[in-house]
């Protein structure tokens, strides 16, 4: 099974800072790798998909890059409704497997 | 797009239950499904996938030969049938849509499945 890393597990920020979250996967997955967004007893919502493309009706201060083992997560000026967890998926091959997550606290 | 899981609830060790994943609001059939479960304050795993026909379904070893996924095009409707029950099988259960190549563009609220004794 594909192995998906994500560091840091906890970020504390501030309103108005770019955040990098890392996604890192044990083989290479190509670019078919997805972003999810989850707040407290939600489920979660899907902000990139094939690495790099923006989920309609996502805010473009969410961004993705990377492709093969290592991407990233990046979220411009930090807004409050922007405090939750994150989540990177594979979906190279079967099972598809998601990071621990991110959680992007004060 | 509305999905709208139920079935959940408490259930022993050993036993069984049955999860359904009402859909609305989208042509159903043209769309594979997947069932997510997410342990109570821990991270999400992926549990089974259906394609739009029903035709091929494939399982997370967690799962594999206690779980069926199957789907009924003319109700709208995915079903989980979860056997041989487990403790590490307590989450919340989400039914989402898998957009081709594209991640999982919906989800329902999930439903809780507790195995205990």
């Given at each position: 099974?594909?192995?998906?890393?994500?560091?840091?597990?906890t970020?504390?920020?501030?309103?108005?800072?770019?955040?990098t979250?890392?996604?890192?996967?044990?083989?290479?997955?190509?670019?078919?790798l997805?972003?999810?967004?989850?707040?407290?007893?939600?489920?979660?919502?899907l902000l990139i998909?094939?690495?790099s493309?923006?989920?309609?009706?996502?805010?473009s201060r969410?961004?993705?890059s990377?492709?093969g083992t290592e991407?990233?997560?990046?979220?411009?000026s930090l807004?409050?409704?922007?405090?939750?967890t994150?989540?990177?998926q594979?979906?190279?091959?079967y099972?598809?497997?998601?990071?621990?997550?991110?959680k992007?606290e004060? | 797009?509305e999905?709208l899981?139920?079935?959940?609830?408490l259930?022993?060790?050993?036993?069984?239950?049955?999860l359904?994943?009402?859909a609305?609001?989208?042509?159903?059939s043209?769309?594979?499904?997947?069932?997510v479960?997410q342990t109570p304050?821990k991270?999400?795993?992926w549990?089974s996938?259906?394609?739009?026909?029903g035709?091929?379904?494939?399982?997370a070893?967690?799962?594999?030969g206690r779980?069926?996924?199957?789907?009924?095009?003319?109700k709208?409707t995915?079903?989980?049938?979860?056997n041989?029950?487990?403790?590490e099988?307590?989450?919340v259960y989400?039914?989402?849509?898998w957009r081709?190549?594209?991640g999982?563009?919906?989800?329902g609220q999930?439903?809780?499945?507790?195995?205990?004794?």
């Open positions: 099974d594909i192995q998906m890393t994500q560091s840091p597990s970020l504390s920020a501030s309103l108005g800072d770019r955040v979250i890392t996604c890192r996967a044990s083989q290479n997955i190509n670019s078919w997805a972003w999810y967004q989850q707040k407290p007893g939600k489920a979660p919502k998909y094939k690495a493309s923006l989920q309609e009706g996502v805010p969410f961004s993705g990377g492709s991407f990233t997560l990046t979220i411009t807004q409050p409704d922007d405090f939750a994150y989540y990177c594979h979906y190279n091959s099972p598809w497997t998601f990071g621990q997550g991110t992007v004060i | 797009v999905l899981e139920s079935g959940g609830g259930v022993q060790p050993g036993g069984s239950l049955r359904s994943c009402a609305s609001e989208f042509t159903f043209s769309y594979a499904m997947n069932w479960r304050g991270g999400l795993e549990v996938f259906i394609s739009g026909s035709y091929s379904a494939y399982y070893d967690s799962v594999k779980f069926t996924f199957s789907r009924d095009n003319s709208n995915l079903y989980l049938q979860m041989s029950l487990k403790g099988d307590t989450a989400y039914c989402a849509r081709d190549g594209s999982f563009d919906y989800w999930g439903t809780l499945v507790t195995v205990s004794s």
